[in-house]
């Protein structure tokens, strides 16, 4: 599968991924290094690889299905394996709504990050409260999505 045909099975694809790193300010930088916390298959890696040469690029995801060698590894956004002050850009897009301890979660990337590091996050949200609730069933995607005001 092509990395553009790969991008597709997450919300924004990578006009949001490039949106998060214009807003960020980030994109003329030459070098940096950058984790994508819950890659999936890697799409935003090579992505971002081939947009930015000199860019270091890897991810992580807690499915070891996904992880490929040289581009990822399996590991948990709520632990991660890398020292304190390490990484200037962790990327999570839809993946911090997915995790068990999101709070955890975010303590673990500024612990990673480097001073002045960014923490870059698109997730999904509800637009409405019935969009939570399934009558029981498992809510799949919206599983963890929160209303804007942050009630489930």
């Known amino acids: 599968m092509r990395q553009s045909e790969r991008s597709m099975c997450r919300p924004g694809g990578f006009a949001l991924t490039e949106r998060l790193i ?6 003329g930088r030459e070098t ?14 090579g992505y971002l690889r081939e947009l930015h040469p ?15 060698a040289g581009m990822t590894e ?3 956004a709520e632990s991660l ?4 002050g390490s990484i200037d850009v962790i990327l999570m897009e839809c993946s911090l709504s997915k995790t068990e301890q999101p709070e ?14 960014w923490l870059l996050i698109s997730d999904m949200y509800a637009r409405r409260r019935e969009i939570l609730s399934d009558g029981g069933r ?15």
């Open 22 to 27: 214009k807003m960020a300010g980030i994109g």
């Open 74 to 76: 399996t590991g948990r």
């Open 54 to 68: 000199g860019w270091e690029v890897s991810g992580i995801d807690a499915d070891p299905a996904f992880c490929a």
């Open 32 to 45: 940096l290094r950058v984790v994508d916390v819950g890659c999936g298959e890697g799409a935003t890696i």
């Open 81 to 84: 394996p890398f020292p304190d």
């Open 104 to 117: 955890r979660a975010a303590a673990e990337a500024f612990r990673v990050l480097k001073t002045g590091g």
């Open 138 to 152: 498992d809510a799949g995607a919206a599983g963890k999505a929160r209303t804007v005001s942050g009630n489930a």
